[in-house]
């Protein structure tokens, strides 16, 4: 009884030191131990309740299994055995111990689980994943470790073939053997009845066949589209009580399935959406934070020093304030920031700070406007960027509206879901067929130039030449200045940088444009004197961020309306 008693007790104290802030936590894992003690206030209409012997049946089970690496795995006896920390007996309690007031069934179908490297994620997965195929009820159980590619696969089952193996007890009690590439269970329950469970990796995903009563994803942020995600949850279907475990720090690809997963799970704890089946917490900093205090550390890694040690973490954090090479790929690995390009240029915290979904184009009718085009190849994204310019408190702000094009061909190919998803929410523009048609960019932008106080439109020459003279002729009044992208913006791309810093650079929250800022690093010369744009790969699109710079820099060249450019002179250049 003692035993049970202290579970719950640590369940407790982790969530009020959370709460009261005795234990550093981000706003996404206050948000969500808030939810937790929220619900347990809950009355009879609320269609879930607590069950407090289910949460411990699991914790217990966990915690007969044994550590299979690092020093814990080198001792004997029971002090090998797995000993949970309170934010994981939260988690694990959580996600089994809240069941449907009627059914008895778990509440939580989908969990997401980001915290940083080296803090357990894998020991909670294993032994879930264990759990479930053993002691869940579920006849015919089949847990699958699914990754996009082996090694990812095995970081998950491994551990757990390594406790089972290491258990005779436990395969024993369940029947269960171990094979090269999957465990089974031929008995289920204390009552050992006939089973045929299994537990296995798998890379992509599985077979047609498949019904998963628990899929474990692991390190989602690495995973380009949601294929193996939707084909594990649809497979679910037939399962009374499935559970879809997603293990993750954070990454650089926004526009893969994990970040839109993240957001969905930060959107639930706000309470702006409303999903009682999904679980999430997220450990990290917040936006404010000093990432080169050890405060940040210790408020990231919830197993600072027990499985990561505060020494390693201190000595990575030193080296990268020394070089900034290294900088984000430690706020992605040990604080779970999402920092998109490797060596990305912008701070995107930043930038999603000043994101401001109630700016409408409308309302900037009467300020100066300056254009910027940037149609790279016709089977890619073309970004046609409008950025107004206004004065507040003495000081310039700047307001950047844009539209991102595709050939509808693109958007509908099967590895890009991610350009559905922005579709349908209205941020990029489809073209008819399978290339981009520039007609419809020119009526675009002569329309802007009709309705708006457009000063200048400025453009990247790779193969934007021909249209802006189209559109110069249509429109002579407007002014086309060409704006090469090269050395010849490092000034600017400072400015611009500085500018966010300080607050006075604004945007809509267009995923389109934020997910292209974020894709763009600055190649540098004469020791970071001068920089320039350019892209990690060829699938991390900088076309709008391009864009968006040409307008900001021929604004700040403070370029004036003329009459018709092309009467006098060619192209101006600058």
């Known amino acids: ?97 809240w069941v449907h007031r009627d059914t008895g069934l778990r509440r939580f179908h989908i969990a997401y689980i ?18 479930m195929l053993t002691e869940d009820g579920e006849y015919g159980a089949e847990i699958y470790c699914g990754a996009t590619t082996e090694k990812q696969a095995w970081l998950v089952f491994r551990p757990a073939q390594k406790m089972a193996e290491r258990t005779p007890a436990f395969r024993r009690a369940y029947g269960v053997t171990s094979h090269a590439k999957r465990l089974e ?122 499985s990561v040690g ?15 090479r290294k900088q984000n790929a430690f706020k992605t690995k040990h604080l779970n920031v999402w920092v998109t390009a490797k060596c990305a240029w912008l701070n995107m915290v930043e930038w999603n700070r000043q994101a401001d979904t109630s700016l409408q184009l409308e309302n900037f009718v009467n300020d100066p406007c300056y254009k910027g085009l940037d149609l790279s190849s016709k089977l890619d994204i073309t970004s046609n960027i409008s950025v107004f310019e206004r004065e507040i408190n003495g000081q310039r702000h700047y307001y950047i509206f844009g539209r991102h094009y595709l050939p509808e061909e693109r958007i509908r190919e099967e590895s890009n ?23 419809q960019i020119q009526d675009d932008v002569e329309h802007d130039v009709r309705n708006f106080e457009v000063r200048a439109l400025g453009f990247d ?40 810093k300080a607050g006075r650079i604004h945007h809509d929250g267009n995923p389109v444009l934020t997910w292209m800022m974020g894709n763009v690093v600055a190649k540098e010369i004469d020791d970071g004197k001068k920089i320039r744009p350019v892209k990690e790969n060829k699938e991390s699109k900088i076309d709008g961020a391009v864009a968006t710079l040409i307008a900001f820099t021929i604004a700040l060249t403070g370029k004036e309306p003329t009459t018709s450019v092309y009467e006098n002179r060619d192209i101006r250049f600058l």
């Open 1 to 97: 009884m003692t035993w049970d008693i202290d579970h719950l007790a640590d369940m407790d104290a982790y969530c009020n030191d959370v709460l009261t802030g005795v234990k550093p936590a981000c706003r996404w894992e206050i948000l969500s131990v808030q939810r937790h003690v929220d619900d347990l206030q809950k009355g009879e209409a609320f269609p879930y309740v607590f069950d407090k012997d289910k949460a411990l049946k699991v914790i217990r089970f966990i915690e007969l299994l044994p550590h299979v690496k690092g020093k814990w795995a080198a001792k004997r006896g029971l002090a090998k055995r797995i000993r949970l920390e309170p934010w994981q007996k939260y988690i694990i309690g959580s996600l089994f111990g």
């Open 185 to 306: 269970c031929d008995q289920r329950g204390t009552k050992r009845l006939p089973d045929n469970s299994r537990f296995e990796p798998v890379i992509g995903k599985p077979g047609d066949g498949a019904s998963p009563s628990c899929a474990i994803l692991d390190e989602v942020h690495e995973h380009t589209d949601d294929v193996l995600y939707d084909t594990m949850l649809t497979g679910m279907g037939a399962r009374d009580q499935p559970l879809m475990l997603l293990i993750t720090t954070a990454g650089n690809q926004i526009a893969g399935p994990c970040y839109a997963i993240q957001q969905d799970v930060q959107s639930v704890l706000e309470g702006s959406i409303q999903n009682d089946e999904l679980f999430g917490i997220v450990y990290g900093i917040d936006p404010d934070d000093d990432w080169t205090s050890e405060q940040s550390l210790v408020k990231a890694n919830p197993n600072f020093g027990i």
């Open 417 to 439: 879901k991610h350009y559905q998803t922005w579709e349908h929410l209205g941020a990029l523009t489809p073209t008819d067929g399978e290339t981009i048609d520039y007609e």
């Open 461 to 500: 020459p790779w193969g934007a030449t021909q249209l802006t003279q189209t559109i110069q002729k249509q429109v002579p009044e407007l002014e086309v200045i060409e704006v090469p992208q090269n050395y010849s913006m490092s000034d600017f791309m400072k400015e611009f940088e500085a500018l966010l």
């Open 114 to 131: 980001c915290v940083p490297r080296k803090n357990g994620k894998s020991l909670i997965a294993a032994g879930i994943g264990l759990y």
């Open 310 to 324: 505060g020494d390693y973490l201190k000595a990575r954090q030193r080296n990268a304030v020394q070089s900034p």
